[in-house]
């Protein structure tokens, strides 16, 4: 992992710990700019870390993903929000 996917991993840490959320997520555009997220459990809305990321990314006009960073215990994540984003490089870190 390079020094600039490291700082997404840093972003998705500090998400997850600040909303004590399940998950933590950063997503980087081709253009160098940072989304991040938590995980959203709502009664009406439930959206994983990497969904809600790619979201902020998507509602700003992003039209194509560099790379991804998900903090999670989760061994599995899904990674379809990334679909149509480009071929972003996904990294898992488990916590």
Known sequence: MDSEDEKLVT?????????GAAEGAAVRDDIGRTYV?????LPG??????????AAAASSGVRRLEAAVVVTA?????????AGLGDP?????AE
């Open 11 to 19: 972003l998705a840490r500090s998400a997850r710990a600040r909303s």
């Open 37 to 41: 997220a938590a995980s959203v459990t």
């Open 45 to 54: 809305l439930v959206l994983t870390a990497l969904q809600a990321a790619v």
């Open 74 to 82: 989760q061994p599995n994540v899904d990674d379809t929000a990334l």
């Open 89 to 93: 490089v996904l990294h898992v870190v």
